[in-house]
């Protein structure tokens, strides 16, 4: 039986924090903001935000939140970046080659490799869209695989193989995030939620047994256990 707590949140608006000490918080993108404001109040536990190494040089909206927050560790999926200097000497930098965390991936899901590329078909809804998506994505040697959210999810799985894995923000649904850029204003990131939902059914039991989400929509995809704890007031 699960032993502990670790918490992983993601940028979905409205959604709520649990009121419960966990001893590590693993954030996707700019949700990075939100595990700021759960370590007002419990401030003693590791942060370890994930992006992408395109999303974190080209939005400032999600560089700028994971540099304030000033996490122990920063893991950078598909790229390489350098540190930033408010960062030096406090966070531990871990880049990753789009190859290799697609390789991590695979060790999760039911049917592996195989169910990380037919998932890529999910991307788009057209035929002829679903072709040419993975067709470049091949030659472009850059098969993503899943959201930075629900890496961040596997990543807190894999690394505390005794906790329980407490979900918030991360619905899978698509939609904006709960902070405003030029970026959420029209992109609602459902494509790749898509391809999330897909994924999400065929997750390793022994791995979905441990997860608990806040929100309901990501219990009703998949059956997620749904969390009865009490929130954080903020």
Not at 13 to 36: C, F, H, M, Q
Not at 76 to 86: A, F, H, M, T
Request: hydrophobic residues 40%; charged residues 25%.
């Amino acid at each position: 039986m699960p032993d502990y707590n670790v918490l992983v949140l993601g940028s979905k608006p409205d959604s709520k924090l649990p009121n419960i000490k966990v001893s590590k918080i693993y954030t996707a993108n700019g949700a990075a903001e939100r595990a700021s404001f759960y370590r007002k109040k419990y401030p003693e536990n590791e942060l370890i935000c994930t992006t992408g190494a395109s999303e974190f040089a080209r939005n400032e909206h999600v560089s700028k939140r994971i540099i304030n927050s000033k996490p122990n560790r920063l893991i950078i999926r598909s790229g390489v970046i350098n540190l930033p200097n408010d960062l030096n000497g406090f966070t531990e930098l871990k880049c990753i080659s789009n190859f290799d965390q697609w390789c991590f991936q695979s060790n999760f899901f039911k049917l592996g490799f195989f169910s990380l590329f037919i998932s890529e078909f999910c991307h788009q809804e057209k035929i002829l869209k679903k072709i040419v998506h993975v067709i470049k994505a091949i030659k472009n040697k850059k098969i993503q695989g899943i959201s930075a959210g629900f890496y961040a999810i596997l990543l807190a799985l894999i690394e505390n193989p005794n906790a329980n894995v407490i979900i918030s923000g991360i619905g899978m649904k698509g939609g904006k995030q709960f902070y405003k850029s030029e970026r959420s204003n029209y992109f609602v990131y459902d494509s790749r939620a898509k391809v999330d939902r897909f994924l999400i059914k065929r997750l390793l039991k022994k791995y979905k047994d441990r997860m608990y989400t806040l929100d309901a929509d990501l219990a009703e995809i998949e059956g997620i256990n749904l969390w009865s704890g009490n929130f954080l007031e903020l």
